[in-house]
């Protein structure tokens, strides 16, 4: 009696807690639904259709106060030629804060962090320092005014999290300028003159870039002794010991001479095998010469598996080191080769993933079907296999695509739609002001992030929409960046992109210049009959009949994916 009594109380127990149980099974799933429209498994990250952006880390966001002033650099600048307190700690919070997610990036770049020189520089543009982060005068630190060593792993830790990659801005060919309290490196590390007259393979990298920017022997397999001066600072600030073992472990390991450009490999790759940097931008590339290149990206890419099988549960995926490569004025129309005038050079042929194409601020006005097939061929055929990243503005073009900020959903349909990785410079989906009173040169491109105007100015919050729309779409579908394309109707404009690797296939349908309202699509042959699709632009469903799809919105973009 008292088993048959215990077995009914069991059995009442079990029934009136399985709502329960449930419910705390379902409670989970609704918010991963939530929190991850798009899991990060079922979409792969592919650098040849990034979205990256592009930030100077001064001028982006100023998350600690206490770090604005180092160095006693006090001294009056020209207009946005001093440092403004930018730094990564202000990145990170605007990760944090959802800011790059809901622009659809996923990657960012940001300008050098390591320590730059103390001093400032007159140039004719006006008092400088070094706020920009291409003036080096210690690889093995950071710029305290950028933050710590600690806090670039934070933001490298926090990218990861909401599936940004972090790519590292790196400079291996010059030092920073000689100031008043920064001396020159010594002779058998820097050349000081000529001044490159960029007409020749030998007078582009045998030389300074500019005058007093200090040029690094990457050619020279010397072996050269550390500079006395960065001994002393190492020495001062306790580390002497521990940067003199490691560099004796790298040389044993990697048979490399005491050369310069392997000092500096060390040091920057020690930020991917410490932090798990994802990739290197890499700065002023045609001026050294190409073997150099294939040596970095060996030696990061070395550090990045080293990093990987330390922290196996911090991997995002299976994608190999990335390099690209600034080599200024290169173009996607000449195909891998870069022309010196007495000798073409492939960097691609030299450890470079993709190229910075400089081609897309000429090409912005012409039709989108000129624009879109050209690029879609050109990736698909010269280039297949390799990529470039494609921008319209950045911080050192003094001649950018709509510099007067007049064409905010032009630049934005050219840019994140056209085929190769898009690099959104900070502020292009604010029309962030790039004719600043009173600057000289390149510094116009440079002021501090529009924050205030994307909360009160309401053209301003249309045009973050449109961005942050076509941003999404880009980083939710590689067939944007990654894809062939193919028109599907002339009037009103509609194009196909189709991404296929391994067992991933991706189609999206486009339309732009539509008719506001009533709307209709041509997709035959694309989209099957009964297709069930939704337009990610206006969230409206939609279903393929007799070749089309027809539906009504306000806009005059359709973004149309499939329904999952």
Same mark, same amino acid.
């Given at each position: 009696?008292?088993?048959?009594?215990?077995?009914?109380?069991?059995?009442?127990?079990?029934?009136?807690?399985?709502?329960? @149980? =449930?419910?705390?099974?379902?409670?989970?799933?609704?918010?991963?639904?939530?929190?991850?429209?798009?899991?990060?498994?079922?979409?792969?990250?592919?650098?040849?259709?990034?979205?990256?952006?592009?930030?100077?880390?001064?001028?982006?966001?100023?998350?600690?106060?206490?770090?604005?002033?180092?160095?006693?650099?006090?001294?009056?600048?020209?207009?946005?030629?001093?440092?403004?307190?930018?730094?990564?700690?202000?990145?990170?919070?605007?990760?944090?804060?959802? #800011?790059?997610?809901?622009?659809?990036?996923?990657?960012?770049?940001?300008?050098?962090?390591?320590?730059?020189?103390?001093?400032d520089?007159?140039?004719?543009?006006?008092n $400088?320092y070094?706020?920009?982060? #291409?003036?080096?005068?210690?690889?093995?630190? %950071?710029?305290?005014?950028?933050?710590?060593?600690?806090?670039?792993?934070?933001?490298?830790?926090?990218?990861?999290?909401?599936?940004?990659?972090?790519?590292?801005?790196?400079?291996?060919?010059?030092?920073?300028?000689v100031?008043? &309290?920064?001396?020159?490196?010594?002779?058998?590390?820097?050349?000081?003159?000529?001044?490159?007259?960029?007409?020749?393979?030998?007078?582009?990298?045998?030389?300074?870039?500019?005058?007093?920017?200090?040029?690094?022997?990457?050619?020279?397999?010397?072996?050269?002794?550390?500079?006395?001066?960065?001994?002393?600072?190492?020495?001062?600030?306790?580390?002497?010991?521990?940067?003199?073992?490691?560099?004796?472990?790298?040389?044993?390991?990697?048979?490399?001479?005491?050369?310069?450009?392997?000092?500096?490999?060390?040091w920057?790759?020690?930020?991917?095998?410490?932090?798990?940097?994802?990739?290197?931008?890499?700065?002023?590339?045609?001026?050294v010469?190409?073997?150099?290149?294939?040596?970095?990206? @060996?030696?990061?890419?070395?550090?990045?598996?080293?990093?990987?099988?330390?922290?196996?549960?911090?991997?995002?995926?299976?994608n190999?080191?990335?390099?690209?490569?600034?080599?200024?004025? #290169?173009n996607?129309?000449?195909?891998?080769?870069?022309?010196?005038?007495? =000798?073409k050079?492939?960097?691609?042929?030299?450890?470079?993933?993709?190229?910075?194409?400089?081609?897309?601020?000429?090409?912005?006005?012409?039709?989108?079907?000129?624009?879109?097939?050209?690029?879609?061929?050109?990736?698909? $055929?010269?280039?297949?296999?390799?990529?470039?990243?494609? #921008?319209?503005?950045?911080?050192?073009d003094?001649?950018?695509?709509?510099?007067?900020?007049?064409?905010? &959903?032009?630049?934005?349909?050219?840019? %994140?739609?056209?085929?190769?990785?898009?690099?959104?410079?900070?502020?292009?989906?604010?029309?962030?002001?790039?004719t600043?009173?009173?600057?000289?040169?390149?510094?116009t491109?440079?002021?501090?992030?529009?924050?205030?105007?994307?909360?009160?100015?309401?053209?301003?919050?249309?045009?973050?929409?449109?961005?942050?729309?076509?941003?999404?779409?880009?980083?939710?579908?590689?067939?944007?960046?990654?894809?062939?394309?193919?028109?599907?109707?002339?009037?009103p404009?509609?194009?196909?992109?189709?991404?296929?690797?391994?067992?991933? =296939?991706?189609?999206?349908?486009?339309?732009?210049?539509?008719?506001?309202?009533?709307?209709?699509?041509?997709?035959?042959?694309?989209?099957?009959?009964?297709?069930?699709?939704h337009?990610?632009?206006s969230?409206?469903?939609?279903?393929?009949?007799?070749?089309?799809?027809?539906?009504?919105?306000?806009?005059?973009?359709?973004?149309?994916?499939?329904?999952?």
């Amino acid at each position: 009696m008292h088993k048959l009594f215990a077995l009914v109380l069991v059995l009442f127990i079990f029934i009136s807690c399985k709502p329960e @149980k =449930k419910e705390a099974i379902k409670q989970p799933v609704i918010a991963a639904t939530q929190n991850t429209p798009e899991p990060e498994n079922t979409v792969p990250f592919v650098w040849e259709g990034a979205n990256i952006y592009f930030m100077l880390t001064d001028r982006f966001n100023n998350g600690n106060k206490d770090n604005d002033i180092n160095f006693n650099r006090t001294n009056e600048t020209g207009v946005l030629r001093g440092f403004m307190g930018g730094d990564l700690v202000g990145i990170t919070a605007k990760i944090n804060d959802g #800011y790059f997610t809901d622009l659809g990036i996923n990657a960012i770049w940001f300008t050098p962090v390591v320590e730059q020189v103390h001093g400032d520089t007159d140039e004719s543009t006006g008092n $400088t320092y070094g706020y920009h982060g #291409y003036w080096t005068k210690d690889w093995t630190s %950071l710029d305290p005014n950028f933050g710590t060593k600690k806090e670039l792993e934070n933001l490298v830790k926090t990218a990861h999290s909401k599936g940004i990659r972090v790519l590292m801005d790196v400079v291996l060919n010059h030092t920073g300028p000689v100031t008043n &309290i920064d001396p020159v490196w010594p002779d058998e590390w820097v050349r000081t003159e000529p001044t490159c007259e960029f007409t020749t393979y030998e007078n582009t990298t045998a030389c300074t870039l500019v005058d007093n920017l200090p040029d690094i022997y990457t050619e020279s397999d010397e072996s050269v002794e550390l500079p006395d001066a960065l001994l002393a600072k190492w020495k001062e600030e306790g580390r002497l010991s521990n940067e003199l073992d490691e560099l004796q472990l790298f040389f044993q390991r990697t048979g490399y001479p005491r050369a310069p450009r392997f000092y500096i490999m060390k040091w920057l790759t020690d930020y991917v095998n410490d932090l798990g940097i994802d990739g290197f931008r890499v700065d002023t590339v045609k001026h050294v010469n190409e073997n150099a290149w294939e040596e970095l990206y @060996k030696e990061a890419s070395a550090a990045f598996e080293t990093w990987k099988k330390k922290h196996p549960n911090e991997v995002l995926d299976d994608n190999d080191f990335f390099m690209v490569g600034e080599v200024y004025n #290169y173009n996607i129309s000449g195909g891998r080769e870069f022309d010196f005038g007495d =000798k073409k050079v492939d960097f691609f042929n030299h450890g470079f993933n993709s190229l910075i194409n400089f081609e897309l601020k000429r090409d912005a006005d012409k039709d989108y079907e000129s624009i879109f097939k050209k690029y879609s061929k050109l990736l698909h $055929t010269k280039l297949k296999d390799k990529s470039v990243v494609n #921008y319209l503005t950045s911080h050192d073009d003094g001649e950018p695509y709509d510099k007067e900020r007049k064409k905010p &959903i032009r630049s934005a349909n050219v840019l %994140l739609l056209t085929p190769g990785a898009s690099q959104v410079y900070y502020g292009d989906e604010s029309s962030r002001d790039l004719t600043i009173e009173g600057t000289e040169g390149d510094a116009t491109l440079r002021s501090f992030m529009n924050w205030n105007d994307q909360d009160s100015l309401p053209g301003t919050k249309q045009i973050l929409s449109h961005w942050q729309k076509l941003g999404t779409f880009r980083k939710n579908h590689p067939a944007i960046g990654a894809g062939k394309h193919k028109r599907l109707a002339k009037k009103p404009y509609v194009f196909s992109r189709t991404y296929i690797k391994d067992d991933f =296939k991706d189609k999206v349908v486009v339309g732009l210049d539509l008719p506001k309202g009533k709307k209709s699509l041509w997709v035959k042959g694309f989209f099957g009959e009964g297709t069930k699709l939704h337009d990610a632009y206006s969230d409206t469903m939609v279903e393929v009949k007799k070749g089309k799809v027809i539906f009504e919105s306000e806009f005059d973009v359709a973004l149309l994916e499939l329904v999952q």
